[in-house]
């Protein structure tokens, strides 16, 4: 287990690189229920990555592949975006492939949770990144389709956090959109924390596990 002090993060950190060292491009997955700290651990991790060891290093966020809003009100789906169904899972798989192969610029969208959409085209990877730090809910999922992205990945980590925590935390993330308490709870329990569930019960075993705090 590797806890979230300086120094587990700088050990990380420098794992990664030595892992990296061989290769022209390594990819490492963070993979964690929803509210787990993926994305705060990513960013700490590219910034050591690049500031103390003066590599290149880059991050995608499977965020980014939210299927947008008016095809999920179509399907049926608005009230459980963030579940897996929601995702273009098509699409993921060939950014990563692309970035696998690494044979030209790709270009990377994002999702802005305030605009509650994805924006395309956000930013470029380059031939010349090395590190790529990949994070998302369902990474290492086992169901059909998802199980396939494993193959991209040199290496996995998976974030391991008490759900309790995770409900505070998930709670905490509506209310920071300006929905009232009731409204924020009840989003978390119809939604968030099924998903939370079903990375906790249904991924595949990680290289290694983190716990953070």
Request: one cysteine or more.
């Amino acid at each position: 287990m590797v806890t979230n002090s300086a120094a587990s993060l700088y050990t990380l950190a420098e794992n990664i690189v030595a892992m990296a060292a061989e290769k022209s491009r390594f990819i490492f997955a963070i993979a964690g229920a929803p509210g787990s700290g993926k994305s705060t651990l990513t960013q700490s991790l590219h910034q050591l990555i690049k500031e103390k060891h003066q590599r290149s290093c880059q991050i995608i966020a499977m965020d980014g592949f939210h299927l947008d809003n008016q095809i999920l009100i179509n399907k049926g789906l608005i009230d459980v975006k963030g579940s897996q169904q929601t995702f273009d899972l098509i699409g993921f798989e060939q950014l990563l492939m692309d970035i696998k192969i690494n044979q030209a610029t790709i270009k990377v969208p994002i999702f802005d949770r305030d605009i509650d959409a994805v924006v395309e085209n956000a930013y470029e990877v380059d031939t010349d990144t090395q590190i790529i730090l990949v994070e998302g809910n369902y990474l290492l999922l086992k169901q059909f389709g998802w199980q396939k992205l494993a193959q991209y990945f040199d290496y996995s980590a998976y974030l391991e956090v008490p759900i309790d925590v995770l409900r505070e935390r998930l709670v905490e993330r509506w209310l920071n959109q300006n929905l009232d308490i009731d409204v924020a709870i009840a989003k978390t329990d119809s939604n968030d924390l099924p998903n939370a569930q079903l990375v906790i019960n249904e991924s595949n075993p990680a290289d290694i596990n983190l716990r953070l705090g």
